[in-house]
Every structure is written in C-alpha cells, then in structure tokens.
C-alpha cells in the first residue's frame, strides 16, 4: 500500500482526542516557596509532594501543563532499570547496584498507589508486559533475567517458547519472550491531566507557557528569570527531562542539559480495527515491547478498539511524525503482515530521554534539585523521580535515596543537542539485522 494514511489523518496525539492539555490563565507570581521548571509527570508529582509536606509550589511550563512526553508517550506503565544487574554491579558493586535496581523498581508500586489514592482516572490496568526476544540468544537472555526481575518486582515473571508465543502475542517474527506481571497501561493524557488536577487540589499554582531562561542565586535563594518577567524562590527543582535544551538558550539548568540526550520517539495509531479483531493479535491485552536495540513497542488501545505502534523510525534530527509514519505502518506489518491493509488515523511525536549511564538520576547542583533520565519508561520512572527530588529538596526522605548519586556524567563539548544520534542510531540497526542474520 503506497499511502497508509486515512482520510481522516492528524499529526498529532491520539490521546488528545480525549484528553489535549488545556490552557490556564494563572500568572506568574513575584514568589514562591518552591519553583518546578517542568509541567510533566516529574514537576506534577513533585508538587504534589510539596504540597502534602506544607510547602506552597510553583509549577511553570513552557507549554501547556502536560504537553510534552507526559501527552505523548506509549501509556505502557513499569518499574526497573534499563541497565543489567551484573553489568552495574560492576561498576558500583554488588550491593549498591542491588540497592539501585530495587529503588528503580518501587517506581510501578508507588504510581498505582498515586493512581488509587488521588482517584485518577486514567484507564489504568495493571495488564502484565509480554516482551519479545528478536533473536534465540535475546531469548537466552531473557531467561537469565527472569528470576532477578521476579524477586525485584514480587510478581509472576515467566518465559514463553516461540512455539507459544501466540497466546501472548499473534505472531511469528519473534523467538518467543518472557511475560512480566508487574506491569499495566494507562491513557498518558488522561493521567497527566488527573496529576495536574490532584496538584491543584492539594493547593499548587500551575503556570503554563513561561519559558525559563535562567536560574540565578540571590542570596539564601534563587531568582528565576523568565520571559514573562522574574519569580523568586527559596528553592526550584528541575525536571525538563526531554526538553531541557530549548531551540534557542541553553536552557534552565545548563549542567543538567549537558547530561541529558534527548531522543525523537514516534507513535501511529490505527483505525479502529474491533475489539474482536485486536484480541485476535493480542489474546490478552497486554502491552508489548521487544529486545531490538532500537526497539519497537505496541499496544492495544485502552478501549480496545486500534492498535498503537511506537518506535525510533529515525535518528534523524528533525524527522517529522508525517515522514515517521510509513516506516513505522512497515515495520509493524513486518511483525503482523495480517495489518498490512489498515490505515493509520494518527501520528506524532515526543522526546524521551537517555542518560550516558543508562540510569535515572535525581540530586541537587549548585542548590538547584533535579529528576531526570527516564530512560524511555517515563510513566511511572518520572512520577517516582519527581516524589524523591521533593523528599530531597524538603529533606524529608526516611532514608538516601540510591538513585541520588553524585557521578552523573557527561561527554565533551556536549551541549544537549544530540547531534551524535544519527551515527549511533544507524549503528545500533546495523547490530539488530546482524544479530537476525546470524542468530
């Protein structure tokens, strides 16, 4: 099919459909105790904490509340680190990386209990991941896995051979996987707008489309300037995450732009195919992801009606969801050829973002505090990530946090533009078709 477009095609969210971030009409105040740079899930959540522990909070946006990858990603809810154990513990030790993967962990505990207690509703379920091995050695290593992640999450984890695979999930162009209980899926757009709401309820001021240009120390404080005028704190958390470096400036937080490496992740999603049609390909509605370098992650739609399909089309900086959307209909038909005649209703884009170490990082730089380094499973990570840095901020934390460490590293002349990801992106898919072609 030379066009996978419906007619009814939009360049942007399918979960705005239901929930787009709305405009406020707050304004700037000329004070604050506490300023969060970053309306996401990491400035929300950490407002909130403030608000519970009796700070007054600020909330500023560059855009609307929620607009970025808090509206935009895939909904698919975990916890844990993206970096191997072992391959951590031998670089930290094989007590504190143990400390690191279980922090990670109680990120997927605390977002359900956040979900329940503030009554949001964001089509949450906890649904369980199947996650496929693009290779017999992924699968291999799949299996090493799987009793680490079971005693880390405290829910089922097992391994299903490629010869039952379609019970998981209707196709043949993988090796099999490993199914992950602790896991769910929610509407992004749904919970970024019930996070903003519990923040407000609890007493935040959230103010959407300022741009901070710089955070200066003034005295015991800090000055934030912004270019809808000046507010001043006694503290300020950032938590920018993937949109730290902003076209022009070097952003709100400078060192912290020079550790964060922003990368273009896409999403289409299908017409509605049927609920009947999309149980036929995912039996039991799980979400869906694989072991490629440069991964392909999928999903059924929270209603059940379409098929939601994400990946890194391509490193190119300055791709649009417009030219991302064919690669994507093509690979997701290379898995399931059974969809290769469905029309895609949606496109877009949003930035996640990648650390050199691989690890989330929260911690405080020049009396500024910050949560940042989702590693591309932001839903939970991020609302986790942001708690912590006000527990930090507030010094309120019943014990150290282990993901607040003071290596965070960065590369030379790196100034937060990626330009870096064309070369490493096309590597990583060189290494992928390699690994199939041998396997």
């Not at 909330?59 to 809810?77: F, K, Q």
């Not at 273009?264 to 999309?278: F, M, N, Q």
Request: hydrophobic residues 40%; charged residues 20%.
């Amino acid at each position: 099919m030379a066009e996978p477009l419906a007619s009814d095609f939009k360049l942007a969210p399918y979960w705005w459909e239901a929930a787009e971030p709305g405009f406020r009409d707050s304004v700037l105040p000329p004070s604050s105790e506490v300023v969060v740079v970053g309306g996401g899930y990491a400035g929300l959540s950490a407002a909130l904490t403030f608000r519970r522990l009796g700070h007054e909070v600020t909330v500023l946006d560059a855009e609307r509340i929620g607009w970025g990858a808090s509206s935009r990603n895939g909904g698919m809810v975990s916890g844990g680190l993206k970096v191997p154990l072992d391959k951590l513990a031998g670089h930290v030790g094989k007590e504190k990386a143990e400390d690191m993967a279980a922090a990670a962990s109680a990120a997927f505990p605390f977002i359900e209990e956040l979900i329940e207690r503030e009554k949001i509703a964001c089509d949450y379920v906890r649904c369980g991941a199947f996650l496929c091995a693009w290779t017999p050695a992924h699968y291999r290593a799949l299996a090493k896995k799987a009793e680490t992640l079971a005693a880390l999450t405290g829910a089922s984890v097992r391994l299903v051979p490629r010869e039952r695979q379609h019970e998981e999930f209707v196709t043949d162009h993988y090796h099999g996987g490993l199914v992950k209980e602790a896991t769910g899926s929610l509407h992004p757009g749904k919970y970024a707008r019930g996070l903003a709401a519990a923040a407000e309820r609890a007493g935040a001021l959230l103010v959407d489309r300022v741009r901070v240009q710089a955070i200066d120390q003034e005295g015991s404080g800090f000055k934030v300037r912004t270019d809808k005028g000046q507010i001043r704190a006694s503290g300020v958390i950032v938590t920018v995450n993937g949109y730290a470096k902003p076209a022009t400036g070097s952003g709100a937080l400078p060192w912290l732009t020079r550790r964060l490496v922003p990368v273009t992740s896409y999403i289409i999603a299908t017409e509605p195919l049927g609920r009947e049609r999309v149980r036929s390909i995912f039996p039991k509605l799980r979400t869906v992801s694989d072991t490629k370098r440069v991964l392909n992650y999928f999903r059924p739609s929270p209603d059940g009606q379409r098929i939601l399909w994400g990946g890194r089309a391509s490193f190119r900086l300055g791709t649009t969801p417009r030219e991302a959307a064919p690669v994507l209909h093509r690979t997701m038909t290379e898995a399931l050829p059974v969809l290769k005649n469905v029309r895609l209703t949606h496109a877009w884009s949003g930035n996640v973002t990648f650390t050199l170490d691989g690890l989330p990082h929260v911690g405080v730089h020049d009396g500024i505090h910050y949560a940042a380094g989702c590693q591309g499973s932001g839903v939970a990570m991020m609302s986790w990530l942001g708690h912590q840095a006000a527990l930090l901020a507030s010094k309120a934390g019943n014990a150290p946090f282990a993901l607040n460490r003071e290596r965070f590293p960065t590369l030379p002349f790196y100034a937060g533009r990626p330009w870096f990801l064309p070369v490493v992106g096309e590597w990583f898919r060189l290494r992928d078709r390699l690994d199939r072609l041998l396997a």
